[in-house]
C-alpha cells in the first residue's frame, strides 16, 4: 500500500559526477526525518526557478539519505532544463523542494504472498536507479530471495555503478549482476556481454515462471524485452515496468 504525496523540504549533501552526462546527488530532508516510501517509487524535485520533474529514488527506504541520479538533458525551449541547472550548478548545501512519494510500481516484502520469488531485474540507462533501490531494500532482508540483475547501456562509461554491483555480487551470493553493452563500437577489448538484454537473459533461463520483474529504461527497451519475457513463460501479473523517453 503506497502512502498519498507530501511536500518536503530538503538540502543537498553530496554531488558526485558519475558519467560525462550524469550526476548523483544526495538530499537529506528537513529535520532529518525520514521519508516513508516504497522501493521502485519517485519524487518530484524542484530547484528555485525551475519547474517540479520526477526522479526515481535510487536509495532503499532504510537508507537515511534519499539518492538521484539526473542526466543532463540539455536545455528546453532555449532555456537550461532542471536536470542541466543541476548538472551545472548544484552544489552541497543548496535547497531542494520535493514532493511523493510516487509511482505504483514498487517492491515491498509484503507484496509477496507465499514464499518469496527470485527477482529479476532488467535496466536500461538511467533506468538502473528505481531498480537499485529494489535490489538494496531486498538484500536489507535476513533471507533475502536470489536476484539478477541485467543493466543494459551503450558504452561502459554508462554503467556508472559497474564498480558498485561488482561489489554487492561478491558480498551477497544469491545476488548476480550482468552488465550487457549495445555498442559495438564499444566492445573493443570488452570481454563482457553484448547485445540487447533480453537477449542475455534468454540466454541464461530456460523459463521466467516463478520470477518478480522489474523493467525500468527507455520505452523501446522495455516494448522490444516484453515478448520476449512472455515467451519465456514470464506471468503477466508479475511483470512491472517504467519506461520513459531518453
Not at 552488465?179 to 553484448?194: C, K, Q, W
Request: charged fraction near 20%; proline fraction near 9%.
Amino acid at each position: 500500500m503506497t502512502l498519498p504525496p507530501r511536500h518536503y523540504k530538503g538540502r543537498v549533501i553530496g554531488v558526485y559526477d558519475v558519467a560525462d552526462d550524469t550526476r548523483k546527488i544526495t538530499v537529506e530532508l528537513e529535520g532529518r526525518q525520514r521519508l516513508p516510501f516504497s522501493a521502485g517509487q519517485y519524487m518530484r524535485l524542484a530547484v528555485e526557478g525551475f519547474g517540479q520533474r520526477p526522479f526515481s529514488i535510487a536509495s532503499a527506504p532504510h537508507e537515511p539519505l534519499l539518492e538521484f541520479h539526473i542526466k543532463n538533458s540539455g536545455q528546453k525551449d532555449g532555456q537550461p532544463s532542471l536536470s542541466a541547472h543541476i548538472a551545472a550548478t548544484l552544489q552541497p548545501g543548496h535547497a531542494v523542494t520535493l514532493e511523493g512519494p510516487l509511482g505504483e510500481n514498487v517492491w515491498t516484502p509484503a507484496a509477496e504472498n507465499g514464499p518469496p520469488r527470485p527477482l529479476l531485474m532488467l535496466a536500461g540507462g538511467l533506468g538502473i536507479a528505481p531498480l537499485k533501490s529494489i535490489i538494496a531494500a531486498c538484500l536489507h532482508m535476513p533471507a533475502h530471495p536470489p536476484v539478477h540483475l541485467y543493466w543494459g547501456a551503450r558504452g561502459r562509461d554508462q554503467l556508472y555503478l559497474d564498480g558498485f554491483f561488482r561489489d554487492l555480487a561478491k558480498k551477497y551470493p544469491r545476488f548476480s549482476y550482468i552488465p550487457v553493452l549495445s555498442d559495438e563500437r564499444e566492445t573493443a577489448g570488452y570481454n563482457g556481454r553484448t547485445g540487447l538484454i533480453g537477449h542475455a537473459l534468454a540466454e541464461d533461463f530456460e523459463t521466467l515462471a516463478g520470477f518478480t520483474i522489474y523493467m525500468a529504461g527507455p520505452q523501446a527497451m522495455v516494448d522490444a524485452t516484453l515478448p520476449l519475457l512472455l515467451h519465456k513463460n514470464a506471468e503477466e501479473d508479475y511483470i512491472f515496468s517504467d519506461g520513459f523517453g531518453v
